[in-house]
């Protein structure tokens, strides 16, 4: 979704092979149809959200409301902002998830600037 930033400069094997058009919906939105559509899945039950979504984290995260109001635990791909140009950063990340009563419990970030960070809602374990 997003050009390179310096994401070009610590991988120079990875490149574009072509560009694409598309319509996105809000987390919320897909969870609901996906629920109505499928009554046996209850959203209740959801409380695990994961996100490896190449910079687009905080886009994901600003329209997940309802998701993150019943989540538990957030498992998300972060980096140290710019890796793809427009992206967001740990910060970025840090700020909203602090919005909705989660914590970083555990974040490791590679010799490439990127990684991976769990947050869980204060008060659990």
């Keep these: 979704m997003l050009a390179f930033g310096?994401?070009?400069?610590?991988?120079p094997?990875?490149?574009?092979v072509r560009t694409e058009r598309l319509v996105t919906r809000r987390l919320d939105t897909v969870i609901?149809?996906?629920c109505a559509t499928h009554r046996q899945i209850d959203p209740i039950l959801l409380d695990c959200l994961v996100l490896d979504v190449q910079g687009s984290e905080l886009?994901?995260?600003q329209g997940a409301h309802h998701c993150l109001l019943r989540a538990s635990y957030v498992y998300t791909e972060v980096n140290e902002g710019g890796m793809y140009k427009d992206d967001c950063s740990l910060d970025d990340i840090m700020a909203i998830m602090r919005l909705y009563r989660f914590r970083l419990k555990n974040l490791v970030i590679n010799?490439?600037?990127?990684?991976?960070?769990l947050f869980v809602r204060q008060g659990l374990p």
């Design 111 to 117: 010799r490439h600037r990127w990684g991976d960070a």
């Design 32 to 34: 609901d149809e996906l």
């Design 13 to 16: 094997e990875v490149e574009f």
């Design 6 to 11: 310096w994401h070009r400069e610590q991988h």
């Design 59 to 61: 886009r994901v995260l």
